[in-house]
């Protein structure tokens, strides 16, 4: 995984953590998915408030649903002020810059959550 997209979710935890109202939020959401860039996931899960990343170890990982996109598609994301194509996860899906695979109802059920998770690097310095 490039350096620039390992370092942007190195700061999703910690981020993560300093947001009582992104704690509060997360209190009944037990879910776990996989966010790709070129290739290369890393586990995301969350579970009743507590929010934990780490590499994927292999084919087997479980998870809920992926989130998969090139580095240069995170980055545009990740960016202080996002591209249109770019600005969140669904709007990256319409446009082709991101596929989004497997169970669909925690993701919906979690929509807004899993969205503000996922632009935290965004916010974080």
Known sequence: MPADITRSLARIPAAFAASETLI????????TFLLEADETGSIVRLDRGQLSIRELSGPMD????????????????WAQTPRPDASDILGMARNGRMRIEGNFLPL????????????????AS
């Open 24 to 31: 509060r939020r997360a209190q009944r959401a037990r879910i």
């Open 62 to 77: 479980g998870w809920d649903f992926a989130l998969r996109a090139k580095s240069d598609a995170w980055m545009d994301h």
């Open 108 to 123: 919906m059920q979690h929509l807004q959550l899993i969205k503000d998770i996922v632009a935290l690097p965004r916010h």
